[in-house]
């Protein structure tokens, strides 16, 4: 019984290590994140700002995002009544817990399991991701958050984060 648990504990631990250094599962696409596929969610959100991955939150936080949308942030972003749940569907069987996509894995195993963040900011993974970046960005009358994605990222509205596709605006390059 004793080495049936450790085997199972080494599985574990090698699974988490796998996912962690930027390595998926069998089966998992080795891109960051799925596109947005919902026209919907694209248009009502996607009005304001980034229609935002699912895969970037879990479920949990999806959910809670959703029940405030009277209060998204400071504005009020509440949606017809039959689209919230047809929305929050969209989003809950599309989270982290469910995208098959290696950068999903890596924002939901950072979350430790009693935190339900609401910002993708506030995401450790994110957080680490963008340790430098913020003090690149200070200043960028442009840039007022690290929650626009798309003002770096040139791909992110189809998923993509990958650095060598990041221009931060205002710089020629993102070793200016």
């Not at 894995?105 to 913020?134: G, N």
């Amino acid at each position: 019984m004793v080495m049936k648990n450790r085997i199972w504990a080494m599985v574990a631990g090698i699974a988490w290590l796998l996912v962690n250094s930027g390595y998926v599962l069998a089966g998992a696409p080795n891109t960051d994140f799925a596109a947005v596929t919902n026209i919907k969610y694209a248009k009502e959100c996607g009005a304001c700002h980034l229609a935002y991955q699912p895969g970037l939150l879990p479920e949990r936080s999806w959910r809670k995002v959703m029940e405030n949308l009277h209060d998204h942030f400071g504005d009020n972003a509440e949606l017809p009544t039959a689209d919230q749940p047809v929305l929050l569907e969209y989003l809950v069987n599309n989270s982290a817990e469910r995208a098959n996509y290696k950068r999903s894995a890596q924002m939901l195993h950072s979350i430790r399991k009693v935190d339900t963040p609401v910002r993708i900011s506030q995401v450790p993974y994110f957080i680490r991701e963008h340790r430098e970046v913020a003090n690149r960005v200070r200043g960028n009358e442009k840039i007022k958050s690290l929650g626009q994605c798309e003002l770096c990222h040139q791909k992110a509205n189809e998923g993509s984060y990958a650095e060598n596709e990041i221009r931060v605006l205002g710089a020629e390059s993102w070793n200016d």
